[in-house]
C-alpha cells in the first residue's frame, strides 16, 4: 500500500472535550429550530411545487436544503474551483448534516439506500432527485452502477458516499468501491471528484456514530453556537483507473486533505 493509504488523521479534541461537547444540548434549543424548520417546509414547499408544474422544474430544493442547514447552525465555506454539470462526487460520510450541507452549497443529488423511512424524507429526497440503491444487492450491482453513471450525465451534479454509512467523525471508514464501477459506464463528459467534508474539532461531535438516529438528530438540533464547515472540492481523478483504485485513490485524497494542518 502508499504510504498515503495509511494516512491517520484526527482532531484535537480529547475524547473527554467531545464527551462533554456531546452533553451539552437543550431540548429548547431543539424545539426552535425544529419549529423553523416546519416553517422553512411550509413556506417552500408549496413554492416549489407550484414552480414544477408552472416550469417543469425546479431550483428550490437547494435553496430549502442550504437554509436548512443554516437553521440547524451549519456555517458551510466552499475552497476549491466550482462544481460543473455531469460530476460524480465522492464524499466522506459524517453526519445527516451533511445532505443539507452539500445539497445546499454545490446543488448536488445524492445515491442513497432505499429505506429513508419517513415518508415526508423521502418526499424530499424524491424532489432532489435522489437515486436509490440497494447495497446488500450485489448481484444488481452493475446495473446500479450504470443508473449512477446515466445520473452523473444529467446537468445536476451527484454525490455518492463510498463509506456506506456515516461514521465517527475522527476516521475514515473504508470505501466501497463496487457502485464507483459508474466510472467506467459514463461518458466521456463526466468528471469524477473527490470532496472531503470537514467539521474540523467538532467532527466526533457530530459524526452520527453509535446512537440513534433520534437520539442524533435532537442532539445536534440542540447543539449550542454555530458549526463552522468547510467544503473542499479537490481536483477529478483519473476515471481510467479500475473501480479499487479509483476508492483508493478518492480515499486517498480525501484522507490528505483532512489530515492537512492549514486545511481550513
Do not use: C
Not at 429548547?28 to 419549529?35: D, G, P
Not at 431550483?59 to 462544481?83: E, M, Q, T
Amino acid at each position: 500500500a502508499s504510504a498515503s493509504s495509511t494516512i491517520a488523521w484526527s482532531f484535537t479534541a480529547s475524547p473527554s472535550t467531545a464527551t462533554a461537547k456531546r452533553s451539552d444540548s437543550s431540548q429548547f434549543r431543539a424545539a426552535i429550530r425544529s419549529l423553523l424548520l416546519l416553517l422553512l417546509f411550509a413556506v417552500i414547499g408549496p413554492i416549489h411545487v407550484a414552480t414544477k408544474l408552472l416550469f417543469g422544474k425546479s431550483n428550490w430544493p437547494r435553496w430549502f436544503l442550504g437554509s436548512a442547514a443554516w437553521i440547524v447552525g451549519a456555517r458551510p465555506k466552499v475552497v476549491g474551483g466550482p462544481v460543473d454539470p455531469h460530476t460524480l462526487l465522492i464524499s466522506n460520510h459524517v453526519s445527516w448534516l451533511d445532505i443539507l450541507i452539500l445539497g445546499g452549497s454545490t446543488g448536488t443529488a445524492f445515491v442513497s439506500k432505499d429505506n429513508l423511512g419517513h415518508g415526508v424524507i423521502h418526499w424530499l429526497a424524491d424532489q432532489n432527485h435522489t437515486l436509490y440503491v440497494r447495497r446488500e444487492d450485489r448481484k444488481g450491482s452493475m446495473q446500479q452502477a450504470e443508473a449512477i453513471a446515466r445520473a452523473a450525465e444529467r446537468e445536476q451534479p451527484i454525490a455518492l458516499f463510498p463509506e456506506g454509512t456515516t461514521g465517527p467523525g475522527d476516521e475514515l471508514l473504508p470505501f466501497r468501491s463496487s457502485l464507483l464501477e459508474a466510472a467506467a459506464y459514463a461518458s466521456d463528459k463526466v468528471e469524477v471528484r473527490p470532496l472531503a467534508l470537514d467539521y474540523g474539532a467538532a467532527a466526533s461531535e457530530v459524526g452520527w456514530h453509535g446512537e440513534s438516529g433520534k437520539d442524533n438528530v435532537l442532539r445536534i438540533m440542540g447543539r449550542k453556537g454555530t458549526l463552522p464547515v468547510t467544503v473542499h472540492l479537490l481536483p477529478p481523478l483519473d476515471r481510467t483507473s479500475d473501480r479499487k483504485a479509483l476508492a483508493q485513490k478518492a480515499r486517498d485524497a480525501i484522507a490528505q486533505t483532512l489530515a492537512s494542518p492549514d486545511r481550513r
